[in-house]
């Protein structure tokens, strides 16, 4: 009933004769599909498993058919009298009424005088539209002939006539720039870039500056933010566990194909088939991983080929979605109740992505480690050392001779120890409230309270110049619990960091952190090695441990400094042990400093397993067997260690591995077979299928192979009715706010009729025959005047089309969570412009992750970026499935569990909350206000109007700008006789102004930037 109310509500609005007071043709597709889809088609359509009494309704032949039961034919075209279908619809019997009573469905009288006047026109069906391939039509005649800039307009303007509309008038130039900034690049025009356009009076202005959009790196990263909805991208596996997983540098490989204006054809084949294309480059390869992006469990007691299964559906359905617009899953289970798609058929096209090597459980496999496209080529010095080390590397991997292993024990037996020297502490500090007590021996006994994380900072003064290594011993006491040398309760210990610095006594001012080139220890555990304490990473309980629960001894490591260190006249030393892993509780019991000046070569013998110098000292023959075993087995460890060492310089060399693994599509060598699934249960298996595309769509080349590459050029071929469609239908979405199909999700007999049928078609064609040009789409319907129109709209409009159906405006549209966050950064001048890299993680409420995903030894606290990290666009934040950052979730973006296609849109309290009071909006504004009092001029006035245009693009009304002024002295008022309220206003943000300001005028303008930021006018496009 609402869909008949909406298609009648259509016909007015489209300005078409009624075909209930006219003698005008009713097409099935337009009119009386909708109709027998919503009503009849459930029980009488194509599913012939829940097909009632023998009826088909959905074709010609089945609804002109006789009867089951002899009585007659529901369907007799020409005759009313003779059509029962009108006889039961109309019946007062509940029992002979359909449709049935408990469906609580029933047509109005309306759509029964429709079916009547269809059937009296001879009951002519169609192909469904969406099915039939695009036919570029001619232009349609309209009358204001001055008024299109382009083919989009004629078709626009034919409807608007139709319904005795006219067109809106063009925005200005200052609407215009920013709706087209924040549409191509998702980012509000800068100043330089709002006076370029406003001063040019040039015919081609506008032209210039939308290809000066398309052509910014911005551009990519906000297409790819769409695309990623599409791909259901996110940085964790989802499921209970929800685990950090690294798919960034195939989002990387999206942002640069939309710069590089890739062909969406190629776009296509490559990230669904790009692992098949005879020589495939690893980029290629990289672009598959589009369809790995689904979530995976790594959830103990699952059942493996249950949820193997669910990811190949997973990868069909989103198939289907992105490039077909097809509700294909509801065939999963029976033939699909509306669209000509068989259960057969579903499995057939799942056997296309039923090939990968993967498991249900841990079905992270196949990898592959393959470079962004951004990364930098490596220079020839790289490329020689990178050879040098892999001979190296394949060195050490050679079994070790007799000869070899003799050398090396000479070696060993040559060498002197290093002279070591123990620093007395002159401070210590604990963060987390140890009590940490110096030592006779010069160690630091730590006591007290047991804090879940602690970093101790231990001072020390030394005469010493040239110090060449720190040694850190960990030693055990009878105070620490287990007889090891750590304070957790198993008496092991993670060192997450070891931190250095160096300052000069005499010149406080002079100091530098100490880098260290190597760390060597006589023990660390598995995963844990000593290194990992020099690394910078604190996530994931990074760190240096030594087996407490097992081995209760003390432990040692040296850390070689990458300079020697220390200032002539004196040296002030601090050292930070960091102990921040997420076990807690696993501070170092008792620790000790000692310097040395001595060479590398001479430190190494400090973290010699004992017994190891003097066993080497011992001639070949004169071994005992217990010298040698413990002599090979040092230097199977030392070699090992060089190999690791090694591998991590390799990676650091090696342009592909330097990054992460990223998953990918790779296909058995041996196809598995694939079965229609009863109910759609794994377990289930029917009958055997081959990969195959559903018939009622154009039919694969005879030559195709019949895999995922056969599959993505079928979706790519022009004779295709869906692709082409289905992609510039999105593009319309995003500009205009409701595609031409408003269904943008289903393109099937459920979906809604095309508002202007002809423009979409041509729109298709012109997309296929452009060479499937993404940027020349855009560029096309942003230079037509349709496009160009104001979204100003009167009353009487407003009340003829509320929906903006026929297009005699533009729509205003809210901004999307992440162009809101990122247009608070780029208007505070905030915004790192850097294009690729890996996730990062800015302001979030602390503990979120553990309050709401709190598995032990799985999940991790959320840690807070700094720097530059905080203010990089929003298309690179760590997204988390299952606790999505609330700045983006409560301005509705999804968790991406499943394929986007649409976002929802809400109004809320809590979203007027979050801009006024989260840190990044509330940093933001402290921000902008210092831009608008550094760059906006003298006065109080010249600011405002600064800040307004850059939020805005417009400058403010007199009237406006005296609330703002009003407002702004007010403010400024109150904070002059309130120091402290000041103080907490410019303190909340991470980073402190470029030049000292008025804190007083800095505060009350703060105040104003964050109304500025709120309004309405800022948060959405007009």
């Known amino acids: 009933m609402i869909r008949f109310i909406y298609l009648i509500f259509c016909w007015v609005l489209f300005g078409l004769a009624s075909p209930l007071n006219a003698q005008e043709e009713i097409l099935y597709n337009r009119d009386i599909r909708p109709i027998l889809s919503e009503n009849c088609f459930q029980c009488h359509g194509f599913d012939a498993n829940t097909r009632e009494a023998g009826l088909r309704l959905d074709t010609y032949a089945g609804a002109t058919a006789e009867l089951e039961s002899g009585e007659g034919f529901a369907i007799v075209p020409g005759d009313v009298s003779k059509s029962l279908l009108l006889d039961r619809i109309s019946s007062t019997d509940q029992w002979e009424h359909m449709p049935p009573v408990a469906t609580e469905k029933s047509l109005s009288k309306t759509e029964i005088k429709l079916l009547e006047k269809w059937i009296e026109q001879n009951a002519q069906y169609e192909v469904h539209w969406s099915f039939v391939p695009p036919v570029r039509p001619s232009l349609p005649k309209i009358q204001q002939v001055s008024w299109p800039r382009n083919f989009v307009d004629y078709f626009v303007l034919q409807k608007l006539e139709q319904a005795s509309l006219s067109p809106s008038a063009v925005a200005n130039k200052r609407t215009l720039i920013r709706r087209v900034a924040l549409d191509l690049t998702g980012l509000p025009p800068t100043p330089g870039e709002l006076a370029m356009f406003v001063n040019d009076e040039s015919e081609s202005a506008y032209e210039e500056m939308v290809d000066r959009y398309l052509a910014s790196t911005a551009y990519g990263e906000h297409m790819a933010k769409h695309w990623l909805d599409l791909a259901r991208y996110a940085d964790s596996s989802g499921y209970q566990y929800d685990q950090k997983r690294t798919m960034w540098v195939w989002r990387d490989w999206v942002i ?17 088939a790009g692992d098949l294309i005879p020589n495939a480059t690893d980029q290629q390869i990289l672009a598959t991983g589009f369809n790995r992006n689904h979530p995976i469990t790594i959830e103990g007691g699952v059942i493996d080929e249950e949820y193997r299964t669910e990811y190949v559906l997973d990868r069909l359905n989103t198939t289907a979605t992105v490039w077909m617009g097809l509700t294909v899953g509801c065939a999963r289970c029976h033939d699909h109740k509306y669209d000509p798609i068989s259960q057969k058929e579903f499995f057939e096209l799942s056997a296309f ?37 892999n001979l190296q590397l394949a060195d050490l991997k050679l079994p070790v001779s007799d000869e070899k292993f003799n050398r090396w024990c000479a070696k060993i037996a040559a060498a002197e120890l290093a002279e070591w020297k123990a620093l007395k ?4 500090v604990s963060s987390g409230g140890s009590t940490l007590t110096q030592q006779t021996d010069f160690s630091i006994l730590a006591g007290g309270g047991n804090p879940r994380k602690d970093v101790y900072e231990i001072s020390f003064e030394t005469d010493a110049v040239g110090i060449t290594a720190i040694r850190l011993e960990c030693l055990t006491d009878p105070s620490l619990p287990a007889g090891g040398p750590g304070r957790h309760s198993n008496s092991n210990f993670v060192l997450s960091e070891f931190e250095l610095e160096a300052i000069s006594k005499e010149r406080p001012s002079q100091k530098v952190k100490v880098k260290f080139k190597k760390a060597m220890a006589d023990y660390s555990q598995v995963n844990y090695e000593v290194e990992k304490a020099i690394d910078g990473e604190l996530r994931n309980n990074n760190g240096w441990a030594v087996d407490g629960p097992t081995r209760k001894q003390s432990a040692t490591a040296v850390f070689v400094a990458d300079q020697p260190i220390g200032f002539v006249n004196g040296t002030r030393l601090i050292v930070k042990l960091r102990h921040e892993a997420n076990f807690a509780t696993h501070g170092i019991g008792r620790p000790r400093i000692s310097i040395t000046q001595d060479a590398e070569s001479q430190v190494f013998l400090q973290i010699l397993p004992a017994g190891v110098h003097a066993a080497a000292k011992s001639s070949p023959g004169a071994r005992s067997p217990l010298d040698e075993k413990l002599l090979r087995e040092y230097l199977r460890q030392e070699t090992d260690s060089k190999i690791a060492a090694l591998q991590k310089k390799i990676q650091q060399l090696s342009l592909a591995k330097r990054y992460p693994k990223t998953m990918v599509m790779r296909d058995l060598a041996k196809p598995r077979q694939t079965y229609v699934l009863k109910r759609g249960q794994y377990d289930l298996k029917g009958e055997v299928v081959s990969a195959n595309v559903p018939s009622a769509l154009n039919a694969m080349a ?3 192979p019949r895999n995922r590459l056969g599959l993505a050029n079928w979706l790519v071929d022009p004779a295709h009715p869906l692709t082409s469609r289905v992609a510039v239908n999105r593009y319309w979405q995003r500009l205009m706010g409701t595609g031409l199909v408003k269904s943008v999700e289903d393109f099937g007999t459920q979906g809604a009729w095309p508002t202007h049928p002809d423009l979409l078609d041509a729109l298709a064609i012109e997309f296929v025959e452009s060479g499937w040009n993404v940027k020349e789409m855009f560029r096309l319907i942003l230079n037509s005047a349709t496009y160009r129109q104001s979204s100003s709209v009167s009353a009487e409009l407003l009340g003829r089309d509320p929906a903006n159906r026929l297009l005699a405006r533009v729509p205003r549209i809210r901004l999307d969570a992440e162009q809101i966050r990122d247009q608070a950064l780029a208007i505070s001048g905030l915004m790192t412009h850097e294009v690729g890299g890996p996730s990062v993680f800015p302001y979030q409420p602390q503990g979120l992750w553990l309050e709401l995903n709190n598995r032990p030894g799985l999940s991790s606290a959320y840690v807070v970026g700094t720097g530059d990290s905080l203010y990089r666009r929003s298309v690179y934040t760590f997204w988390k499935r299952t606790v999505l950052s609330p700045m983006l979730k409560t301005m509705d973006a999804p968790s991406r569990e499943f394929c986007i296609v649409q976002r929802s849109r809400t109004n809320t309290p809590l979203q007027a909350l979050l801009l006024l009071q989260a840190p990044q909006y509330v940093e933001a504004a402290r921000y902008l206000a210092a831009r608008m009092m550094h760059e906006g001029g003298e006065r109080p006035q010249d600011w405002i109007r600064y800040g307004f245009e850059l939020a805005t693009a417009r400058n403010p ?19 002059q006789s309130d120091p402290e309220a000041v103080r907490s206003m410019l303190g909340a943000a991470s980073l402190g102004p470029s030049q000292p300001l008025d804190p007083v005028q800095h505060a009350a303008l703060m105040e104003v930037s964050r109304l500025l930021l709120n309004l309405d006018e800022t948060i959405n496009r007009g």
């Open 702 to 704: 005879l030559n195709a």
């Open 256 to 272: 640069h194909a939309y710069n590089q204006n890739m062909p969406f054809d190629q776009f296509t084949v490559e990230q669904l």
């Open 353 to 389: 992505f039923n090939q990968v090597a993967e498991r249900g459980l841990n079905g992270f496999e196949p990898t592959q480690q393959i470079a962004s496209p951004f990364a930098k080529k490596p220079n020839p010095k790289s490329v020689q050392e990178l050879a040098e080390a």
């Open 957 to 975: 009304t007199e009237r406006e700008l005296e609330v703002l002024l009003e407002f702004y002295r007010d403010r400024k008022e109150g904070f």
């Open 425 to 428: 502490p002159t401070a210590l």
